[in-house]
């Protein structure tokens, strides 16, 4: 019935259709195996892309040749870019999207193209060939062949959904667990966990009285994700900000002796950065109001999620509590919120490539390694996708470095430092936030897309065109001078020190106050010459004027730091040779068998002193 794949992808959630994407577009042969079609790039919970440092992956994953930019450009309802008024380095773009539309662009995607199959059942094992995977089993007995397989299993691997004091299986509300995954793994080897994660009510928007609510537009100015030419709507809906009260914490205070969190029936770690409403207000008692989110679910239905309401208290407490959130005093609710618990594999246990260490050719991306959000799963299938392809072309891995995208920091995070929680990316992660802006992606990673096979020679090019532009601008600054007499009128408006004497553009757009179109505004030459050129050319251009100072010394600290990422250390170094190294560090080293001594020098517990024993071994 089956012929044999290069690549079988279990799970069709972010991860998964991102690793099946990467795959197929490399050439492999790719069988995506999903327990619903009809659910294909659900959006489980909130109905957006990107925000804060998420942003920031989206746009990489597009440099690089991934899609969830453009179909997240397709499907965009609302776009705002996080953190204008912070430096560069913080702003993020964040999309509210039409979820069913979403899915949809992301089904025919998959669909359109040849290397992938689907099918539609539940994988309950996977196919070995002594320590190298085979293939998987399914419940229909069927076993297909493979020469790899990526594990996207999101949170269905014995998942149990909690609602006050009911609780029963299921991976998503009104779809089943997936069983047997965990079993056969952890007598492999692999080590397992339990985390939680959860999800709000979703009311009947036609309920709900706005006037009573704050609106929250998008810009005005609309920015994408994506770097390619994805058109985009004119159009935006509104969301809208209201809050809770001291009716709304006492109502739910009624249901905490059935709360499963508060009760101990919840064994996992939730998302520590974004609670439940229940353990926002037992944490943070000294608020009256919690602030609350009224986003639309997209643009034909009325269908509202409500930000900020997560929950798995019993489903009559969230109702009354909702009726006293100002505008949601006749609020219809057309499902609750709850709580899922489900299993994931410590991260620990993979190489920097995502695939495990005790079996060859398996990759595990996404929810299963302990992470959280859809822009984190995303980037995870699609590394997997890739290296499992290459893998089985035998081409070099791909692994990106801390340095030089979100997506190495994360990766690195996990399989260096494992973690405890569900993990959430955040700029604070990247010691080389900087560097790592999402108005440069297309700089930094194009090249590697283009290596890669994934972006072609005019997209490349357009890259290259817009690193010119933006050099030839910076390079006129430098050049050309300004007047007083033509700068002084606008300096004092802009509230900076005058000009005693004629300096170059370059000294004047340096200054925070100042930016390269008022220059333009007072200078002919410069007027001209950003004619000429597009908004984002132009916005690289003064980002590289204002920060370039700070710019070299990131990259004095990235060269230096360089030095021990490049020192490689041999998986098979015997780490009970090194004596004057402590017990603890020996055995992080023996468990992580880090790359290189810069990863080494990661490793929780694994002191300085440790690598410098560890460097002085290395080198002999």
């Known amino acids: 019935m089956f012929q044999e794949y290069d690549v079988i992808v279990v799970g069709a959630g972010h991860a998964g259709c991102e690793a099946a994407s990467a795959a197929a577009n490399?050439?492999?042969?790719?069988?995506?195996?999903?327990?619903?079609?009809?659910?294909?790039?659900?959006?489980?919970?909130?109905?957006?892309?990107?925000?804060?440092?998420?942003?920031?992956?989206?746009?990489?994953?597009?440099?690089?040749?991934?899609?969830?930019?453009?179909?997240?450009?397709?499907?965009?309802?609302?776009?705002?870019?996080l953190n204008r008024s912070k430096g560069p380095a913080m702003w993020s773009p964040r999309a509210q999207i039409d979820r069913m539309r979403f899915a949809e662009e992301w089904r025919l995607a998959l669909e359109a193209n040849a290397n992938i199959d689907i099918w539609q059942d539940?994988?309950?094992?996977?196919?070995?060939?002594?320590?190298?995977?085979?293939?998987?089993?399914?419940?229909?007995?069927?076993?297909?062949?493979?020469?790899?397989?990526?594990?996207?299993n999101g949170t269905f691997l014995n998942g149990v959904i909690h609602i006050g004091d009911k609780k029963f299986g299921g991976g998503r509300t009104a779809e089943r667990a997936s069983t047997g995954i965990t079993e056969q793994l952890i007598e492999l080897g692999l080590e397992a966990g339990r985390m939680k994660t959860g999800t709000p009510p979703r009311v009947d928007g036609r309920s709900l009285d706005y006037s009573k609510m704050e609106e929250q537009w998008g810009d005005e100015e609309r920015c994408k994700f994506s770097f390619?030419?994805?058109?985009?709507?004119?159009?935006?809906?509104?969301?809208?900000?209201?809050?809770t009260n001291d009716r709304v914490h006492e109502t739910l205070k009624e249901g905490f002796e059935k709360s499963p969190m508060f009760t101990g029936r919840i064994k996992g770690l939730g998302p520590r950065y974004c609670p439940s409403i229940e353990d926002k207000i037992n944490r943070f008692a000294e608020r009256d109001r919690h602030q609350i989110f009224v986003e639309p679910e997209g643009w034909n239905t009325c269908e509202i999620y409500v930000n900020g309401f997560s929950t798995s208290l019993p489903e009559d407490v969230q109702f009354r509590a909702l009726r006293n959130i100002p505008g949601f005093e006749q609020a219809k609710m057309f499902r609750p919120g709850y709580a899922i618990e489900y299993d994931f594999f410590p991260p620990t246990q993979l190489q920097l490539t995502l695939e495990t260490k005790q079996i060859k050719n398996l990759y595990l991306a996404g929810q299963i390694n302990g992470t959280t959000g859809y822009e984190e799963a995303a980037c995870q299938g699609f590394i997997a996708g890739i290296n499992a392809h290459r893998r089985i072309v035998d081409a070099d891995e791909v692994i990106l470095k801390r340095s030089e995208s979100y997506i190495g920091v994360l990766i690195d995070d996990l399989v260096t430092k494992g973690t405890e929680e569900p993990y959430r990316m955040f700029t604070s992660r990247a010691e080389h936030r900087l560097l790592l802006r999402q108005d440069n992606a297309d700089i930094r990673l194009s090249e590697i897309g283009h290596h890669l096979g994934?972006?072609?020679?005019?997209?490349?090019?357009?890259?290259?065109?817009?690193?010119?532009?933006?050099?030839?601008?910076?390079?006129?600054?430098?050049?050309?001078?300004?007047?007083?007499?033509?700068?002084?009128e606008l300096l004092s408006e802009r509230e900076t020190s005058p000009l005693t004497q004629s300096v170059k553009l370059w000294n004047v757009v340096s200054r925070p106050q100042v930016s390269l179109s008022d220059m333009g505004s007072v200078h002919s030459g410069l007027r001209e010459l950003l004619n000429g050129y597009d908004q984002e050319t132009v916005e690289q251009a003064e980002i590289k004027i204002k920060y370039d100072s700070y710019f070299e010394k990131e990259l004095e600290i990235v060269t230096k730091m360089q030095r021990m990422e490049d020192k490689e250390i041999n998986p098979d170094f015997d780490y009970n040779t090194i004596v004057s190294i402590s017990k603890e560090a020996r055995e992080k080293l023996f468990k992580i068998k880090p790359r290189t001594l810069g990863q080494a020098s990661r490793i929780s517990g694994v002191s300085p002193s440790d690598i410098s024993v560890l460097m002085v071994h290395i080198n002999k």
Not at 29 to 41: D, E, H, Q, R
Not at 126 to 149: C, F, P, W
């Open 26 to 81: 490399l050439g492999s042969k790719v069988l995506l195996i999903t327990m619903n079609m009809g659910t294909i790039a659900q959006m489980s919970c909130n109905p957006a892309m990107g925000g804060v440092a998420k942003g920031q992956i989206v746009r990489e994953i597009d440099a690089l040749g991934g899609i969830s930019g453009i179909i997240s450009d397709k499907t965009t309802i609302q776009f705002r870019m």
């Open 122 to 152: 539940n994988v309950v094992g996977i196919l070995l060939d002594g320590q190298q995977v085979s293939g998987v089993k399914t419940s229909l007995g069927i076993e297909v062949q493979s020469k790899a397989v990526v594990l996207t």
């Open 228 to 243: 390619t030419d994805t058109p985009l709507s004119k159009d935006q809906r509104c969301c809208w900000i209201t809050y």
């Open 454 to 488: 994934l972006i072609d020679d005019d997209r490349l090019a357009k890259v290259n065109k817009k690193i010119q532009a933006a050099d030839h601008i910076v390079a006129y600054t430098r050049k050309e001078s300004v007047t007083p007499s033509e700068a002084n």
